[in-house]
């Protein structure tokens, strides 16, 4: 299967604040179906990215999503109090699918 | 867009089975896969295994071979995720989500969880 590791495990940074998060795949993720969800406290998850890069329909644009190779990166520009959160990447090219173990952002 | 609205929580004893439904609302019942995602308390996400419920088919996670049964009823939208051979550790939240097939999207609709108990 495919093992996904996040990077860093907590992130401690201020609103306003850019945010880089780490997501390195074990393997060449088919067709790059790797997506990204925001999480908070007793909360269901929420998609925010897809296909590495594309926003899911609602999510404002300061959340963006690259890839390079094995390597994803989700990067929030500025961020808001709201963005304060746990965040998953999530491979689901190859069954089975596979979740990181979550980066936490806090202030 | 689909709507996933989850079965009430659960406990139940060591070595006993749950089964959680999980029933869309809102859109064509053949245009997803439904997948079960479980998490325990202060744990990351677990996917569990996904059926497309028109396809009949299922998919699991290894860990979960042999005791999870992913099944669907078409006639009314409804998808099952049974549970067998329960422990302490299958104490979690568990998520039904819904991606679209044929597309690049991921899980982008999600149930409510149900939070299943296992304890003696």
């Known amino acids: 299967e495919i093992v996904l590791t996040q990077s860093p495990g907590t992130l401690s940074l201020s609103p306003g604040e850019r945010a880089t998060l780490s997501c390195r795949a074990s393997?060449?993720?088919?067709?790059?179906?790797l997506a990204w969800y925001q999480q908070k406290p007793g909360q269901a998850p929420r998609l925010l990215i897809y296909?590495?890069?594309n926003r899911a329909t609602g999510i404002p644009d300061r959340f963006s999503g690259s890839e390079s190779g094995t390597d994803f990166t989700l990067t929030i520009s500025r961020l808001e109090p709201e963005d304060f959160a746990v965040y998953y990447c999530?491979?689901?090219?190859?069954?089975?699918?596979?979740f990181g173990q979550g980066t936490k952002v806090e202030i | 867009q689909v709507q996933l609205v989850q079965s009430g929580a659960e406990v139940k004893r060591p070595g006993s089975s749950v089964k959680v439904s999980c029933k869309a609302s809102?859109?064509?019942?053949?245009?997803?896969?439904i997948s079960w995602v479980r998490q325990a308390p202060g744990q990351g996400l677990e996917w569990m295994g996904a059926?497309?419920?028109?396809?009949?088919?299922?998919n699991f996670a290894q860990k979960f071979q042999g005791r999870v049964t992913i099944s669907a009823d078409a006639s009314t939208s409804t998808v099952y995720m049974e549970l067998s051979s329960l422990t302490s550790e299958d104490t979690a939240v568990y998520y039904c989500?819904?991606?679209?097939?044929?597309?690049?999207?991921?899980?982008?609709?999600w149930g409510q969880g149900t939070t299943v108990t296992v304890s003696s």
């Open positions: 989500a819904s991606r679209p097939i044929n597309t690049r999207y991921g899980m982008d609709v």
């Open positions: 809102g859109g064509t019942f053949s245009e997803y896969a």
């Open positions: 059926i497309i419920p028109t396809l009949a088919t299922a």
């Open positions: 393997q060449i993720v088919t067709n790059t179906f």
């Open positions: 296909g590495a890069s």
């Open positions: 999530q491979q689901y090219g190859t069954s089975p699918w596979t």
